[in-house]
Structure formats: C-alpha cells, structure tokens
Nanobody, 127 residues
C-alpha cells in the first residue's frame, strides 16, 4: 500500500481559495487512481474529485464542479486539489485516497473503491 499525507488546509473566508496537497510514499504513485473525499461533522464521507493514474481523466461531485480542480504530478508523487470560490458548506475534513485498480467511472465515487487513505486536513470556510 501507499502512505498518504495531506496538507494545505486552514481557515478561509467565503470566496477565498486553498490548495490541498497529498504526498504519497511507498509503492509506485503513478499506478494509483487518486481521489479526494470530505466529511463534515455529523455527515457521511462524500466524494469530491478523482483523477486517473495518468492524470488524463477527472471527475467531480456536482457541488464542486467549476470551483475545484484535481491534478497530480507523478514525478513528485503528489496529488493536488485547487479549491476556489469556497463556500461555508465546503467546511469539512478533506482526505485523499489511493486505489490500485482499473478505472471505473461509477465505482471511483465510492470510498470502498479506495484501499489507502490519509489522515485528512481540515478546511474551514467562514461566512
């Protein structure tokens, strides 16, 4: 399995931006499909974005489409989530996840698809 460490979270005002990073170590990063999920207090973990192993395919939750951008740098073993025009409802613990599997556009939105997780980084958006 790959080890994942997130960074870049913090407190930001509504309309602001943050960039999250997910640094991977262990086995070959470029093999992994990488995702971002978030969990707000009292709510279930929800899908945010996913990117294929090559970086050529991405998918987003409707709630973040047009505001968030997922990317990766396989040379640096790092995945990113650029978050713009943040809203208070984006407040959550954001976690990155890795899957050493074949791309499946339906399954990639499910937490169960992923087999490695980071500890998460808190994002708080004030109104």
């Amino acid at each position: 399995q790959v080890q994942l460490v997130e960074s870049g979270g913090g407190l930001v005002q509504a309309g602001g931006s943050l960039r999250l990073s997910c640094a991977a170590s262990g086995r070959t990063f470029s093999r992994y499909i990488m995702g971002w999920f978030r969990q707000a207090p009292g709510k279930e973990r929800e899908f945010v974005a996913v990117i294929s192993a090559s970086g050529g395919t991405t998918r987003y939750a409707d709630s973040v489409k047009g505001r968030f951008t997922v990317s990766r740098d396989n040379a640096k073993n790092t995945e990113y989530l650029q978050m713009n025009n943040l809203k208070p409802e984006d407040t959550a613990l954001y976690s990155c996840a890795a899957a050493d599997r074949i791309w499946n556009s339906i399954a990639t939105i499910r937490p169960s698809y992923f087999n490695s997780w980071g500890q998460g980084t808190q994002v708080t958006v004030s109104s």
